[in-house]
Protein backbone atom coordinates (compact mmCIF):
# COMPACT_ATOMS: atom_id res chain seq x y z
CA UNK A 1 0.00 0.00 0.00
CA UNK A 2 1.60 3.21 -1.23
CA UNK A 3 1.35 6.53 0.48
CA UNK A 4 -2.18 8.25 0.14
CA UNK A 5 -1.56 11.67 0.98
CA UNK A 6 -0.20 13.69 -1.85
CA UNK A 7 0.16 17.10 -3.02
CA UNK A 8 -1.88 17.32 -6.06
CA UNK A 9 -4.74 19.75 -8.06
CA UNK A 10 -7.20 16.87 -7.83
CA UNK A 11 -6.37 14.67 -4.91
CA UNK A 12 -8.84 13.91 -2.40
CA UNK A 13 -7.20 14.99 0.71
CA UNK A 14 -9.56 14.30 3.67
CA UNK A 15 -13.29 14.69 4.53
CA UNK A 16 -15.56 16.09 7.32
CA UNK A 17 -18.91 16.73 8.43
CA UNK A 18 -20.85 18.86 11.15
CA UNK A 19 -23.55 16.41 12.62
CA UNK A 20 -26.79 16.92 15.09
CA UNK A 21 -26.48 14.59 18.12
CA UNK A 22 -22.61 14.54 18.21
CA UNK A 23 -22.26 12.31 21.03
CA UNK A 24 -24.17 9.81 19.73
CA UNK A 25 -22.82 10.69 16.15
CA UNK A 26 -18.96 10.09 17.70
CA UNK A 27 -20.13 6.48 19.37
CA UNK A 28 -21.33 5.04 16.10
CA UNK A 29 -18.61 5.83 13.79
CA UNK A 30 -15.96 4.97 16.52
CA UNK A 31 -17.79 1.53 17.05
CA UNK A 32 -18.32 0.73 13.15
CA UNK A 33 -14.77 2.12 12.35
CA UNK A 34 -12.77 0.40 15.06
CA UNK A 35 -13.17 -3.33 14.10
CA UNK A 36 -10.97 -6.39 13.44
CA UNK A 37 -7.51 -7.05 15.43
CA UNK A 38 -5.38 -4.33 14.44
CA UNK A 39 -7.95 -1.45 13.94
CA UNK A 40 -7.80 1.00 11.03
CA UNK A 41 -8.93 3.98 13.18
CA UNK A 42 -8.60 5.11 16.63
CA UNK A 43 -11.31 4.53 18.39
CA UNK A 44 -11.11 7.68 20.89
CA UNK A 45 -11.01 9.88 18.24
CA UNK A 46 -11.39 8.90 15.00
CA UNK A 47 -7.64 9.53 13.37
CA UNK A 48 -6.42 7.11 11.60
CA UNK A 49 -3.54 4.04 13.25
CA UNK A 50 -0.92 6.59 11.86
CA UNK A 51 -2.97 9.62 14.30
CA UNK A 52 -3.78 11.60 11.37
CA UNK A 53 -7.06 13.31 10.55
CA UNK A 54 -8.11 11.91 7.70
CA UNK A 55 -11.89 12.34 8.58
CA UNK A 56 -13.53 14.61 10.91
CA UNK A 57 -17.14 14.94 12.85
CA UNK A 58 -17.93 18.02 14.35
CA UNK A 59 -20.82 19.05 16.12
CA UNK A 60 -23.71 20.98 14.21
CA UNK A 61 -23.48 25.03 15.45
CA UNK A 62 -25.09 27.68 14.32
CA UNK A 63 -22.03 28.20 11.86
CA UNK A 64 -22.55 24.76 10.09
CA UNK A 65 -25.83 24.76 9.72
CA UNK A 66 -26.50 25.72 6.13
CA UNK A 67 -24.28 22.81 5.44
CA UNK A 68 -26.44 19.63 4.38
CA UNK A 69 -25.86 16.69 6.05
CA UNK A 70 -23.44 14.83 3.86
CA UNK A 71 -19.44 13.83 4.35
CA UNK A 72 -17.76 16.67 2.34
CA UNK A 73 -14.51 15.70 0.10
CA UNK A 74 -11.75 17.74 0.37
CA UNK A 75 -10.14 18.23 -3.07
CA UNK A 76 -7.00 19.98 -3.80
CA UNK A 77 -7.40 22.81 -6.62
CA UNK A 78 -4.53 25.12 -7.85
CA UNK A 79 -7.11 28.05 -7.64
CA UNK A 80 -9.73 28.45 -4.77
CA UNK A 81 -10.63 31.32 -6.02
CA UNK A 82 -10.91 29.76 -9.38
CA UNK A 83 -13.23 27.35 -8.37
CA UNK A 84 -16.05 29.16 -7.04
CA UNK A 85 -16.49 31.24 -9.65
CA UNK A 86 -16.72 28.05 -12.36
CA UNK A 87 -18.87 26.05 -10.00
CA UNK A 88 -21.46 29.65 -9.71
CA UNK A 89 -21.52 30.34 -12.92
CA UNK A 90 -22.43 26.64 -13.70
CA UNK A 91 -25.02 26.48 -11.64
CA UNK A 92 -23.60 24.98 -8.27
CA UNK A 93 -23.37 26.69 -4.97
CA UNK A 94 -21.12 28.16 -3.06
CA UNK A 95 -21.81 27.49 1.11
CA UNK A 96 -18.59 28.45 2.52
CA UNK A 97 -16.12 30.68 1.28
CA UNK A 98 -12.88 31.14 3.81
CA UNK A 99 -10.40 34.18 2.63
CA UNK A 100 -8.11 35.95 4.92
CA UNK A 101 -7.54 39.39 5.62
CA UNK A 102 -6.59 40.77 2.75
CA UNK A 103 -9.69 38.93 0.84
CA UNK A 104 -7.49 36.46 -0.59
CA UNK A 105 -9.91 32.80 -0.80
CA UNK A 106 -8.26 30.46 1.71
CA UNK A 107 -10.90 27.44 1.38
CA UNK A 108 -14.60 26.79 0.03
CA UNK A 109 -17.47 24.54 0.64
CA UNK A 110 -19.69 24.44 -2.56
CA UNK A 111 -22.15 21.88 -3.63
CA UNK A 112 -23.07 21.15 -7.37
CA UNK A 113 -25.97 21.22 -9.15
CA UNK A 114 -27.38 17.82 -7.73
CA UNK A 115 -26.89 18.87 -4.31
CA UNK A 116 -23.91 17.48 -3.65
CA UNK A 117 -21.12 19.01 -1.49
CA UNK A 118 -18.18 19.25 -1.48
CA UNK A 119 -15.05 21.62 -0.13
CA UNK A 120 -12.19 22.83 -2.32
CA UNK A 121 -8.83 23.15 -0.61
CA UNK A 122 -5.16 24.79 -2.06
CA UNK A 123 -2.37 21.58 -2.80
CA UNK A 124 -1.40 20.74 0.30
CA UNK A 125 2.43 21.51 1.24
CA UNK A 126 4.18 18.49 0.65
CA UNK A 127 6.54 18.63 3.42
CA UNK A 128 3.51 18.54 5.61
CA UNK A 129 2.24 15.52 4.78
CA UNK A 130 1.86 12.19 6.54
CA UNK A 131 4.12 9.29 5.00
CA UNK A 132 1.85 6.23 5.46
CA UNK A 133 4.70 3.63 5.95
CA UNK A 134 8.79 3.92 5.70
CA UNK A 135 10.26 4.43 2.42
CA UNK A 136 11.81 0.84 2.51
CA UNK A 137 9.08 -0.70 3.55
CA UNK A 138 7.35 -2.76 0.83
CA UNK A 139 4.49 -3.73 2.08
CA UNK A 140 3.48 -0.97 4.95
CA UNK A 141 0.27 -2.01 7.25
CA UNK A 142 -3.21 -0.92 6.29
CA UNK A 143 -4.14 2.53 7.26
CA UNK A 144 -7.34 4.50 7.29
CA UNK A 145 -7.85 6.60 4.82
CA UNK A 146 -10.27 7.38 2.21
CA UNK A 147 -9.96 4.50 0.00
CA UNK A 148 -12.11 6.16 -2.66
CA UNK A 149 -15.06 8.44 -3.48
CA UNK A 150 -18.09 8.48 -6.03
CA UNK A 151 -21.17 10.52 -6.71
CA UNK A 152 -24.17 8.61 -7.98
CA UNK A 153 -26.61 10.67 -9.73
CA UNK A 154 -29.06 10.40 -12.92
CA UNK A 155 -27.34 13.16 -15.15
CA UNK A 156 -23.69 11.93 -14.50
CA UNK A 157 -22.39 13.45 -17.89
CA UNK A 158 -23.49 17.01 -17.13
CA UNK A 159 -22.29 16.52 -13.43
CA UNK A 160 -18.76 14.92 -15.06
CA UNK A 161 -18.23 18.39 -17.24
CA UNK A 162 -18.96 20.30 -13.73
CA UNK A 163 -15.91 18.42 -12.25
CA UNK A 164 -13.83 19.03 -15.06
CA UNK A 165 -14.09 22.21 -15.14
CA UNK A 166 -14.46 23.39 -10.75
CA UNK A 167 -11.89 20.80 -10.13
CA UNK A 168 -10.12 20.07 -12.83
CA UNK A 169 -10.17 16.59 -13.11
CA UNK A 170 -9.67 14.69 -16.68
CA UNK A 171 -12.04 12.01 -17.28
CA UNK A 172 -11.64 8.26 -18.34
CA UNK A 173 -14.39 6.16 -19.70
CA UNK A 174 -15.47 3.13 -17.62
CA UNK A 175 -18.20 0.24 -19.74
CA UNK A 176 -21.66 -0.46 -17.89
CA UNK A 177 -24.12 -2.40 -18.89
CA UNK A 178 -27.85 -2.00 -17.48
CA UNK A 179 -30.23 -4.47 -18.83
CA UNK A 180 -28.17 -5.24 -22.16
CA UNK A 181 -27.64 -1.62 -23.13
CA UNK A 182 -24.14 -0.43 -22.84
CA UNK A 183 -23.50 2.85 -21.60
CA UNK A 184 -20.23 4.54 -20.05
CA UNK A 185 -19.45 5.71 -16.17
CA UNK A 186 -16.67 8.01 -15.77
CA UNK A 187 -13.07 7.91 -13.20
CA UNK A 188 -11.93 11.25 -13.04
CA UNK A 189 -8.42 11.86 -12.54
CA UNK A 190 -6.00 14.46 -11.35
CA UNK A 191 -3.45 16.43 -12.50
CA UNK A 192 -1.03 13.85 -12.70
CA UNK A 193 -3.66 11.39 -14.56
CA UNK A 194 -4.21 8.76 -11.18
CA UNK A 195 -7.78 7.85 -10.16
CA UNK A 196 -9.19 10.20 -7.77
CA UNK A 197 -13.22 9.75 -7.35
CA UNK A 198 -15.94 8.21 -9.70
CA UNK A 199 -19.41 10.10 -11.08
CA UNK A 200 -21.88 7.11 -12.13
CA UNK A 201 -25.46 6.79 -13.51
CA UNK A 202 -27.83 6.56 -11.01
CA UNK A 203 -28.79 2.56 -13.08
CA UNK A 204 -28.01 -0.61 -13.07
CA UNK A 205 -26.26 -2.17 -9.69
CA UNK A 206 -26.06 1.69 -8.40
CA UNK A 207 -29.83 2.36 -9.10
CA UNK A 208 -30.81 3.03 -5.36
CA UNK A 209 -27.78 5.08 -4.32
CA UNK A 210 -28.27 8.37 -2.83
CA UNK A 211 -26.82 11.71 -4.95
CA UNK A 212 -23.89 12.52 -2.45
CA UNK A 213 -20.33 12.02 -2.45
CA UNK A 214 -19.64 8.47 -1.10
CA UNK A 215 -16.97 7.87 0.94
CA UNK A 216 -15.36 4.62 1.28
CA UNK A 217 -13.36 3.99 4.70
CA UNK A 218 -11.82 0.58 4.90
CA UNK A 219 -12.25 -1.39 8.07
CA UNK A 220 -10.78 -4.15 9.77
CA UNK A 221 -13.30 -6.48 10.40
CA UNK A 222 -16.29 -5.58 8.06
CA UNK A 223 -18.66 -8.11 9.08
CA UNK A 224 -18.22 -7.18 12.36
CA UNK A 225 -18.61 -3.35 11.43
CA UNK A 226 -21.71 -3.99 9.79
CA UNK A 227 -23.17 -5.68 12.72
CA UNK A 228 -22.69 -2.68 15.10
CA UNK A 229 -23.84 -0.33 12.46
CA UNK A 230 -26.94 -2.00 12.82
CA UNK A 231 -26.42 -2.27 17.01
CA UNK A 232 -25.85 1.08 16.73
CA UNK A 233 -28.79 2.74 14.73
CA UNK A 234 -28.00 2.99 11.59
CA UNK A 235 -28.64 0.77 8.85
CA UNK A 236 -26.98 -1.53 5.78
CA UNK A 237 -28.61 0.01 2.38
CA UNK A 238 -26.58 -2.28 0.23
CA UNK A 239 -24.19 -5.17 1.28
CA UNK A 240 -22.25 -6.89 -1.65
CA UNK A 241 -20.38 -10.34 -0.85
CA UNK A 242 -17.40 -12.10 -2.64
CA UNK A 243 -16.12 -15.77 -1.69
CA UNK A 244 -16.88 -17.73 1.00
CA UNK A 245 -19.85 -15.11 1.28
CA UNK A 246 -17.39 -12.78 3.17
CA UNK A 247 -18.30 -9.22 3.02
CA UNK A 248 -16.44 -6.40 0.39
CA UNK A 249 -18.31 -3.46 0.76
CA UNK A 250 -21.25 -2.00 2.03
CA UNK A 251 -23.43 1.07 1.61
CA UNK A 252 -24.55 2.12 5.13
CA UNK A 253 -27.02 5.07 6.51
CA UNK A 254 -25.83 6.37 10.13
CA UNK A 255 -28.21 7.20 12.82
CA UNK A 256 -29.33 10.63 11.44
CA UNK A 257 -29.12 10.21 8.36
CA UNK A 258 -25.94 10.08 6.21
CA UNK A 259 -24.67 7.99 3.82
CA UNK A 260 -20.98 6.17 3.20
CA UNK A 261 -19.73 2.75 2.19
CA UNK A 262 -17.33 0.80 3.93
CA UNK A 263 -14.94 -1.91 2.63
CA UNK A 264 -12.76 -4.59 4.07
CA UNK A 265 -9.46 -3.09 4.43
Known sequence: MSNHFVPRAGAIFSADIAVPEHEREMRFYSRVLSTGEQPLWREEDLLNNLGVPIVGLGARSAEYEQLPLQWMPHIQVGDVAGSVRQAEALAGTVLMHARDEEGRSQWAVLRDPNGAAFGVIPIVAADTLPQSAPAESADPAPIGRIAWLDLTIPAATETRDFYRQVVGWSVQEVEMEDNGEQYADYTMLDANGNPAAGVCHARGMNRDL?????????????????????????????AVQGEGDAYVYAAVRDPVGV?????QG
Open 210 to 238: PPVWMLYLPVGDLAESLRRVAEEGGEVVK
Open 259 to 263: YLALL
